[in-house]
């Protein structure tokens, strides 16, 4: 598909009470466009021990607009499992350069139910689920031989999930962020950029999104 047209009229006035329709249907059209091959990449920063920010890309597994909630799968022993769980706090951004979006979000983080990680790692193929089990995450190893070799046993006494599925390593699961601040950005001629950002609101039980527009 071709990048959107130069207004996108989910950013006009007065712009929406709830971001979320707008970013369904942002990643609909990501995951439509040809020239998108990972519309569900994903930045993700977390803070080290030093106090450092640390960010890598991960892949957004899932999203609930209803309870604003995003997904993404990981080692728990590895660099930002161990920072997520330390200071359960992130920030994200969502990029789609040729549609001319981002999405930012930052919100509080915790680990999916057992459950749900369970069935996500069923879905994997076979040879992801063994490399999760041989992979220790963030590790320094020797060699990339070492690597091989230690998926390769892995391989051998796990075999490739026709005769019995492969479990879940119980190093390994989903985390939940659930954003509490968010904001849509769309690009305009001469750098002119149409922004506006949300923030959650909660009354007992219920939430609701406060909006504003940014400048560029």
Known sequence: MSAPSEIDPDLLDPIPANPF??????????????SIPNPEAMAVASVDAAGDPQVRLVLCRGFDPKEGRFEFFTNYESDKGVQLDAHPRASCVIHWDP???????????????EERSDAYFA???????????????SRVV????TLEASRAALRAQLGDGSAAPIPRPPHWGGFLIEAEHIELW????????????WIRRREGTTTRWDGTRLQP
């Open 99 to 113: 549609l001319g979006r981002q999405v930012r979000f930052t919100g509080a983080v915790a680990r999916t139910t």
């Open 21 to 34: 329709p707008t970013l369904v249907r942002w990643f609909e059209e990501a995951r439509a466009c040809d």
């Open 186 to 197: 769309s690009a305009r001629e001469g750098r002119f950029h149409d922004r506006a950002r």
């Open 142 to 145: 020797k060699d990339r031989e």
């Open 123 to 137: 879905s994997r193929d076979p040879l992801s689920q063994i490399s999760a089990w041989a992979s220790r995450q």
